[in-house]
């Protein structure tokens, strides 16, 4: 069973950066494509990015597309997300999973989150 700890979130300004991490064990990393998904408070979970197995593609919702950049490191089970130019609305819980990758639904568990919060 894989397990996914997320790191890196934080308090920052509007316009600021953040740089999450999600580090993964328990399975062969390389098998799944990964994801993104942030949840604030009283909403829903959402889609954030995505991408696939190899790293070749990537898939982001409209609204951080421009100002965040999912990368992965498969030797070290890693996937990162690289949030520049932060807005308000980008406050909330982000977690990472395993995702099917052309319909952006998560597949598996969640880590425990990591809070980013930025102030306008």
């Known amino acids: 069973q894989v397990q996914l700890v997320e790191s890196g979130g934080g308090l920052v300004q509007a316009g600021g950066s953040l740089r999450l991490s999600c580090a993964a064990s328990?399975?062969?990393?390389?098998?799944?494509?990964m994801g993104w998904f942030r949840q604030a408070p009283g909403k829903e979970r959402e889609f954030v990015a995505a991408?696939?197995?190899?790293?070749?593609?990537?898939d982001y919702t409209d609204s951080v597309k421009g100002r965040f950049t999912i990368s992965k490191d498969n030797a070290k089970n890693t996937v990162y997300l690289q949030m520049n130019s932060l807005k308000a609305d980008d406050t909330g819980v982000y977690y990472c999973?395993?995702?099917?990758?052309?319909?952006?639904?998560?597949?598996?568990?969640w880590g425990q989150g990591t809070q980013v919060t930025v102030s306008s």
């Open positions: 999973s395993a995702i099917s990758f052309g319909d952006r639904a998560p597949i598996g568990s």
């Open positions: 991408i696939s197995r190899s790293g070749g593609r990537t």
């Open positions: 328990g399975r062969t990393f390389s098998t799944y494509h």
